[in-house]
């Protein structure tokens, strides 16, 4: 029998009480797979540190760190690259080669716990193998909604092996070596529950006001004025193409969080929106659909067998 590969987990959080984002779930839900989770609590505003303290204080697997997101300066407020900074300030704490990344508003669910073991160990029996793949599941407006369309990522790099020397780049979302390659990967079979965009509204509009000054830089007097965040009301739930119901369970940690869920926003008496631009990708859907093939997708990896 091959012996246990042992693993990190690394994942960042700031204000994340404030923007009412899942970061306590989605640490929970890292737990069980990991020998020790690397947390990067960024300075804020909130009780967020107290709460990841109250939380490292009860596992001793979680070892965490306070960091400067130095939100004054200028440069750093560009294409979000704040984000790929930090994630990779918790990487280089991280003393296992083997390593499980999650965003704050990612999490996992237990019924994928033996997939993602059995792919880590096989990864580690192969050499060339430097990460693997994980499916998305994004909800939209609600806990019973996901949107499921090309304009949303269908698989994302979470597991790393990090004497391949990958680092997070851009806006954190993706990784690539230092010599700027995609990562060699396998598909682990396991799933990504993303709820980034499930939040009250007033959250999700103070959310964006602040994640758009990570890519557009510091807002205007009368957007600080009003609150408007550089992308408009892009916040507000809006029934668009690529929404359907979702019929399938949660991660157990997300339970309570969905009982307690204190907004209503109703997918079938919403209006549909819908833009000339919509076309090409009702088209590309229709077509993947039917083929099981999405044309022209962006992909950040390379699949191997």
Request: hydrophobic share 35%; net charge positive; proline share 3%.
């Amino acid at each position: 029998m091959s012996q246990k590969v042992k693993i990190s987990g690394f994942t960042l959080i700031r204000n994340g009480q404030q923007f009412d984002y899942p970061y306590l779930e989605s640490i929970r839900s890292l737990l069980p797979l990991v020998d020790e989770l690397i947390i990067n609590v960024g300075y804020g505003t909130d009780n967020t540190l107290e709460q990841v303290e109250k939380l490292a204080a009860e596992n001793k697997k979680i070892k965490l760190f306070q960091s400067d997101w130095q939100l004054d300066i200028p440069e750093k407020l560009k294409s979000g690259l704040i984000l790929s900074e930090q994630t990779n300030l918790a990487l280089d704490h991280c003393t296992h080669d083997w390593c499980i990344y999650l965003q704050a508003d990612e999490v996992l669910h237990e019924k994928d716990y033996e997939l993602i073991q059995i792919a880590i160990q096989r990864a580690n029996s192969r050499p060339e193998v430097e990460g693997l793949l994980f499916d998305y599941i994004h909800f939209y407006g609600s806990f019973n909604v996901i949107q499921k369309t090309r304009s949303a990522y269908r698989r994302e790099v979470r597991v790393i092996r990090k004497s391949s020397q990958l680092k997070s780049i851009a806006d954190a979302q993706s990784f690539r070596k230092l010599n700027r390659e995609k990562p060699r990967v396998i598909h682990s079979g396991a799933r990504i529950f993303h709820y980034g965009w499930v939040r009250t509204p007033e959250a999700m509009k103070q959310k964006t006001f602040f994640m758009d000054q990570l890519y557009h830089g510091k807002p205007s007097i009368e957007q600080q004025r009003t609150g408007t965040p550089h992308t408009g009301n892009n916040y507000r739930y809006k029934k668009i193409w690529g929404l359907r119901h979702y019929t399938g369970d949660h991660p157990e940690v997300m339970k309570s969080r969905i009982s307690q869920k204190g907004w209503h926003w109703d997918l079938e008496k919403s209006p549909f929106i819908f833009s000339f631009k919509d076309i090409k990708r009702v088209i590309l859907d229709l077509f993947e659909k039917a083929t099981g093939i999405r044309l022209f997708e962006y992909r950040c990896y390379r699949l191997m067998k």
